[in-house]
Structure formats: structure tokens, C-alpha cells
């Protein structure tokens, strides 16, 4: 398949509008995290600005624009992880320590992960990336989408996208 | 022949009528919803993913919670709104203004509203191939009601066609509930969902075969697999066929407007693919060329329930205006603006320019 095509059936193949990573030098120094957001088609839907506490997704000027960040202001608490309807943000958390990475995804499947067990760690197309070890399974909202927090090597996180319970 | 007496008469108890119906009632009319399933809520109460829009659409709350909170505004209404469950409209007859329903299969009663709110929604559309008559050939709507209503899975494997926000959303349902999604095809270039929607199932591994069909059902006296293959530009086969193992082909290809009962009412109809099929014209207040009929939701034109709620308010507060109950008209533009908004992405883009052709600046005999 041609790139575009790939993309055209829900991967994201390069940044863009609305998909970009946060800036490499604030990421790797700052402690909870960044949100990662891959919402690239222009669609009414705004949660993620109004669930997030610090107006680090800023305000939409029309509902319809692409996610924008100011990653000054992301503490990367995640509650975006856990509102976004379209499950298309994320957190890592690069300074977890000894080369690994924390990151925070949204998950809505069954068997839940339990802390402290190895999960697979699934990217974009649903390929086996790594394994990761859960660090916690959280559920911000009550409303059973959790947040898993999930450790996985450094140079994993521009791949992983999702967990499997195994 | 029981004859029942209401201000407005809400057909169909979904997204679009419940809006309608608490609109109506919340701007003092006394309003009757007749809904032919067993409860309220429509399509809502099967949907168990979150909703996009804005906090006022209930954007990141799940679809089943919204019917929820449209039938506590309802109850809220207190004696204003009746409701009639298990019964079906059958008929209206437009020289006498009287509309006629089923109750169950027992009773066959009159209705006579002094305005009408039609919300009946839509129905399935299905692609014709060979063998699509065994079991395991379902509409997407159908695996839905069986899988979140009742709780039974419609098979182990599934071959999903059609990469809409239908398709898109009902093979994640069909993840959770532990079924295995083979494909989606989507004989179009691009999905015609959400992107976001395809991401979720492509990161758990389903795949999403653009410009693919399926050719036929394999089965003697059920589902064992579908021939499928891929299409050029102008929808031909090109390479070899292939053989796709599963117990259960799920059609999501589309809606039509159940637009019957506009028929019937000598609304005045038109045929606008950007809305799915022949829809009344409307105007802004979402009246038909029926001075007495409204509508609201799918039946005006194919489109999310976010826009079907906003319609339904639209509609409530014209037929209760019509009724001289007072209106403030900026309670429309409230409501006009919101629409405008949700409509203005990309995927709004048929929407817009179906809306457009099928809106009138006004009806004749009301000027």
C-alpha cells in the first residue's frame, strides 16, 4: 500500500497537523510527561481542551480544529488520556529512569492489565513492539476507560500505541 | 376506536424525538412520544462509545449515559409528556389530520395532534452478493442490538463491510465483547469515518482493506467465509479473489431516511445523496411543506446524533412556537449556530452542501 493509503486507513505514517510529537528537549528533562495527541482530520469535537486543567490543549477557535498544544503548560496528568473520545492522546513520561519510559494509554478492553505484569505493547498497525511492564492501571474519570501506565524501553515510545493483555 | 387528543405528537423516541419532545414540553406544550420498541433512546442506548462535539452535544459521554439523560429531562417534564412504548405509527391521514398506530398487535388507536414532530429515524441499507441470505450475514445495527442490548455475540470471526463511522465503531464493539475482527472493507479509496475511529481498530491489529469489496458469502447452511477482492477507480475487480475465514459478514454500508410517513403526509420530498435518499424539504425551524409536520434526526437526512439532538430541539421549539406558546427567537439561533459548528469539519462537508439543497427560505403559505 502507498503511504497516503496507509494513512488513509487510521495510521499515522509522519507528523502533521494535529499529530506532532512535543518538542525533544522539554520532553526528555520533564518529570510526568508530555501528551502526545495523533488527531489529524479536522472534526467537531473539543474535549480534550476542556478536560484539561491546565489549558495546555488550547481553546479551539472553531470545534473543528486540530488539537493544538503549549507544551509549557502539560504536566502530562493525563485526563486527556482518559476524556478523548476518539482515544487518540497519550502521555510519556521520558524520565522514568535507567532507559525506559513511562507512558499512560487509554484502554477499553477486557481482561484489564494488573499492576506489576508484563503486557505486549502494540503499535500503530497492531504489531508487537516491546514488552512492558504495568506501573498502574488508573480510571481518572469512573467512567471505564482506563489509563494504564505502562514502562517501556526509551526508543519504543514514537511506536507504542496500545497494550494487550496476554 | 380509543382517539387520543396532544399538542405535539413526537414519532419516534431517539436522540431526535426525546430533544424534540423535552423542547416541546419545556416550552409548555403537552406532547405525546409514540416509540415502537420496548424503550427509549433509540439507537443511543447501543452505543457504548463516547461521543465527539462539545460539552453542550455531551462530547466524552457514552451514547447509552445520553439517553439516560434525555429520559431524567423527560421524566422532569413531569405530566407534560406521555409516552406510548411498543407502538407503531402506521398511518396519517392528511385530509382529517389524524394519525393511526398500533399498540402491540392488540390495539389499533386514533391519533389527532395539533402538530407533529416525525423522528423515525433510519434504516439499514444492505448490498446484494450471492449467498448473502445464510445465517451470519447481518446488518451492523442488528450485531449492535444483540451484542449491547442483549448481551449475546453474534459469532467468533467477523468480516466487517464498510469503514464508516458504523463499520469503524461496531468492529471495536466487537473487540471488547472478545470477537475477533478478520477485515473491514471499505470500497472506497479513504475511510469515510472518523480517523480516529479507524486508529483504535488498526492499533489493535484489524486490518482496513481501501478499495476492497466482497464478492460473495461461502456457507452451505451457514457463514464459513467471504470471497472478497480488490477494485480499480471504476469499481472493477482487479488481481485474484481471496478468501477470508470467518462465522459472521456484518454490513455497514449505510443509512436511508425511514421517510414513510412524510409520504404519506404529502410532504414535499427531494433526492439528495449527501443526505442518503429522499428527504422533506425543510426550513430553518425544520418544518416540512406540511404546515403541521416537523422533523428532526436521520429521517431529514443521514447524519450523527449530535446533529439529531440539536435538530430535535429545532423542531420542538418550532411546533410549540406554531402552537403560540412563546419562543424566544434566539433560542433558535442558539441552536442554529451549534448545528453550523458540528457541521464544519471535513466529514461535514456532504452535510453541508446536502442541507443546503434540501432548506427552503420559507414556506409560502406561512408568509
Request: glycine share 10%; proline share 5%; net charge negative.
Amino acid at each position: 500500500m502507498k503511504v497516503s493509503a496507509i494513512f488513509e486507513s487510521g495510521v499515522l505514517t509522519e507528523e502533521r497537523p494535529g499529530a506532532v510529537s512535543p518538542p525533544e528537549a522539554l520532553w526528555k528533562s520533564h518529570k510526568g510527561g508530555l501528551v502526545i495527541v495523533e488527531c489529524p482530520q479536522r472534526i467537531p469535537c473539543n474535549p480534550c481542551n476542556t478536560s484539561c486543567p491546565t489549558g495546555a490543549i488550547t481553546e479551539f477557535a472553531d470545534i473543528n480544529d486540530v488539537p493544538a498544544i503549549n507544551y509549557d503548560k502539560c504536566t502530562g496528568c493525563a485526563l486527556c488520556v482518559a476524556r478523548c473520545p476518539g482515544l487518540a492522546c497519550f502521555v510519556a513520561d521520558l524520565t522514568f529512569g535507567e532507559g525506559m519510559a513511562l507512558m499512560k494509554l487509554p484502554y477499553e478492553m477486557l481482561p484489564l492489565p494488573t499492576k506489576g505484569k508484563t503486557v505486549k505493547c502494540l503499535g500503530r498497525t497492531g504489531e508487537v513492539v516491546c514488552e512492558g511492564k504495568v506501573e498502574n492501571v488508573a480510571e481518572p474519570l469512573r467512567d471505564r476507560t482506563r489509563v494504564v501506565h505502562v514502562s517501556v524501553p526509551i526508543d519504543k515510545v514514537s511506536d507504542v500505541r496500545a497494550i494487550k493483555v496476554v | 376506536m380509543r382517539e387520543l387528543k396532544t399538542d405535539v405528537l413526537v414519532v419516534g423516541g431517539g436522540p431526535a424525538g426525546l430533544s424534540a419532545a423535552a423542547s416541546a414540553a419545556g416550552a409548555g406544550a403537552n406532547v405525546l412520544i409514540v416509540e415502537g420498541d420496548l424503550h427509549l433512546g433509540g439507537q443511543l442506548v447501543k452505543q457504548s462509545h463516547k461521543f465527539f462535539g462539545s460539552k453542550e452535544e455531551y462530547a466524552g459521554t457514552r451514547g447509552f449515559e445520553i439517553a439516560k439523560i434525555l429520559r431524567e429531562e423527560i421524566a422532569n417534564c413531569e405530566d407534560r409528556v406521555e409516552i406510548m412504548l411498543n407502538t407503531t405509527v402506521s398511518g396519517y391521514y392528511r385530509e382529517e389530520r389524524v394519525v393511526t398506530a398500533m399498540v402491540g398487535e392488540e390495539e389499533y388507536l386514533r391519533i389527532v395532534p395539533k402538530k407533529i414532530v416525525i423522528a423515525s429515524g433510519a434504516q439499514e441499507r444492505l448490498i446484494p452478493f450471492p449467498n448473502n441470505d445464510i445465517p451470519g450475514v447481518y446488518g451492523a445495527g442488528a450485531v449492535q442490538t444483540l451484542m449491547n442490548v442483549y448481551g449475546v455475540v453474534p459469532g467468533k470471526r467477523v468480516l466487517m463491510i464498510g469503514a464508516g463511522n458504523i463499520g469503524l465503531i461496531v468492529s471495536y464493539q466487537l473487540m471488547q465483547a472478545g470477537v475477533e475482527v478478520a477485515a473491514i472493507l471499505e470500497a472506497m479509496p479513504r475511510i469515510g469515518g472518523y480517523w480516529v475511529h479507524a486508529a483504535k481498530v488498526r492499533r489493535l491489529g484489524v486490518p482496513i482493506l481501501l478499495r476492497h469489496s466482497i464478492k460473495r458469502a461461502i456457507g452451505e447452511t451457514v457463514v464459513t467465509g467471504a470471497e472478497i477482492y480488490e477494485l480499480d477507480d471504476k469499481f472493477n475487480q482487479v488481481g485474484e479473489t481471496e478468501v477470508v475465514e470467518c462465522d459472521t459478514i456484518c454490513l455497514a454500508v449505510g443509512l436511508t431516511p425511514t421517510n414513510e410517513l412524510l409520504w404519506q403526509a404529502g410532504c414535499r420530498m427531494k433526492y439528495i445523496p449527501f443526505l442518503c435518499g429522499h428527504v422533506p424539504l425543510r426550513d430553518k425551524c425544520m418544518r416540512t411543506s406540511n404546515e403541521d409536520i416537523w422533523m428532526a434526526g436521520d429521517v431529514s437526512g443521514i447524519e450523527e446524533a449530535s446533529a439529531a439532538m440539536i435538530e430535535g430541539r429545532i423542531a420542538g421549539l418550532g411546533a410549540a412556537k406554531a402552537l403560540g406558546f412563546n419562543i424566544q427567537d434566539e433560542m433558535f439561533g442558539e441552536y442554529w449556530v451549534r448545528l453550523k459548528n458540528l457541521r464544519a469539519g471535513e466529514v461535514g462537508e456532504k452535510i453541508r452542501a446536502g442541507v443546503l439543497n434540501a432548506t427552503v427560505d420559507g414556506w409560502e403559505e406561512n408568509a
